[in-house]
């Protein structure tokens, strides 16, 4: 369980949600069901917690459900608990079993999907449904569960003819069931999904991209553990053909996804478990994914940055980088609320974020937070590559010490406008091993 109870106390103080990696730090969310609903991005984890110790709870210690939705492209709007464990209508109270839910639009209304354990303990996990005009909720909860659905994970495809899809399962097979109109019963006995590689899977989701469906599930290899792989197909009930991995096992306890379109580009949501230490106390994260001519998928690997653009007046968390040389990452520790820092920077060490959104060209100054120990050099923040546009020169002033931080302020050299990739270039004067520790920069 490595160190997960000292990174509580961590998560307890971090009070921001960016769109680097992971995307929340004030919870541990998992299994994030990524929609773009009348072009905005929201996001239906589930939550996980550390067992009170007062309950028998089981190691997924997963309560309720938080919803979240992308704010001015850079900031994760957390709306609240959507749905406590012991409001559902028809599940077993304090099971902490609110495992990963899902949420579709048809017509004007919301539909929420989530497994619980149910009250009538007639199996592991039932899926429930509740309806909103909004897609924040708040929702209003069915009596009953979907009669004849058995399993976890609901994964919901809206199809163009306005067809509605219920995939779920986790085993050796995985099911699908298509929705009657009323959205909360099933048309049929739900089918096993054909054509899907043996092994144990889970997490269904399924998309449709230019006619093809992408059914893409948690798989797990005995070798190798959780991936995220996929199958095409030409119907939503399948059979479809199983075309390999999106993501590799990144030394997860389980992986579970979702893919959307948002903005223009394709997006993976997946979780990790960066913050806590502990696979069972997880971060979502998500990450951009690339589809070939062939319409096969670029395998994703996890980076730190994620996506997201902050823009004039929020924090660029340097630390969050697409490329690092000569320098490294870790903690903050002193007078600062808790994150990360970029640290350990020597000589012409640098760091490249992308996307930064200089907007309309408005910000004319650039703040930094940094500690430093000596004097002895300066940093540099240059446009596309190490060698590019200088446009803003930061000396490095002594702090009162490594661990104290201070907030410098220098103007911006030249008009830089849209989005842009920055690197920050490190200088030593005296070949000193250590310039700065950078913590974040921010356009005025
Ligand atoms: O989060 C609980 C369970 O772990 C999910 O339902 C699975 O997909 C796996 O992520």
Redesign the pocket.
Known sequence: MKNYKILLVFLGIIQANFAQNPLVTDLFT??PTARVFDGKLYVYP?HDIVPPEEVKAPK?C?PDYHIFSLENGNTWKDHGVVLDQNEVPWGKKNSFGM??PDCIKKGDTYYYYYPAKPEDESTFRRIGVGTSKSPVGPFKWDKNYIKGVSG??PGLLLDDDNKAYLYFG?GQELFVAPLKENMNEITQKPIKIEGLPAGYK??SFCFKKEGVYYFTF?HVFPNEGYTIGYATGDNPLGPFVYQGKIMDNINNG?N?HSVVNYDGKWILFYHYWQVSGYNKLRSMSADYIEFKKDGTIKKVKPTLRGIGYPTIGEKIQVDRYNEINNANTAFVGGNEPLGWMVCDTKMMSDVKFNNVNFGDGSATKMEARISCGQRIGHFEIHLGKAKGKLIADFPVKYTGGWNTWQTIETSLLEKVTGKQNIVVVFISDWGAEKVVNLNWLKLK
């Open positions: 998992a299994d589930s997924f997963m495992w990963a976890i994970d986790g889970e997490g948690a389980t579970h």
